[in-house]
Every structure is written in C-alpha cells, then in structure tokens.
C-alpha cells in the first residue's frame, strides 16, 4: 500500500492571503492540520477586524484613504471566501471517507 505523505499548506495558503508568509515552518517542523487551519482562521479573522478598524476610521474621519478602506474589505471578503471553499472540500472529503466500505 502506498504512503500518504504529509502535506504543507501554509505556503499554498500564504499566498492566497489566508496566512501570513511569516508563519512557514521550520526545515524539521511539519505543523498539523489543525495548527494549518487554526492559523488560517485567526487570520482571516484578522484581517475581517483591520477592514472593520479601517471603516471605523473612515466614518469617524481619522481616515480620509477610501482606496485603503476598500481594499482591506476585499482583502478580508477574499480570504474568507477561500476559507469556506476550503471548509466546504474537507467535508467533502470527509463524507466520501465516511461512505468507503471498510
């Protein structure tokens, strides 16, 4: 039977913008999976917190940058929207395991 190798994530994702590109592992560290994605959430969540921080400002005239305020709330809609396809293709991996004969 052929071994299932580990897979890294976090570059694949810290180029969609879901992580920052500061949290690659080290040479002999491989982060699990729920590290990946707990990570990948934090950040999304971040990011959702900078677009709200940035309308705040703008509304309340500490910023006058429409173009920054715009672009954090795509920055934060995109990522969010890549964590829920993410989301969405491990339970269907999940399911497809699940109906496997054993």
Known sequence: MKQISLID?????ANQLILPPSSSPKK???????????????????????????LQDFITNKSRDLHEVMISWEKADTS???????????????????????
């Open 9 to 13: 994530l976090k570059p694949v994702l």
């Open 28 to 54: 002999d560290e491989v982060p699990s999976f729920g590290e990946v994605i707990r990570e990948a959430i934090q950040r999304v969540d971040d990011l959702q917190a900078t677009a709200d921080q940035n």
């Open 80 to 102: 969010l929207r890549l964590l829920m396809q993410v989301r969405s293709k491990i339970l269907e991996a999940y399911q497809e395991i699940m109906r496997m004969p054993v």
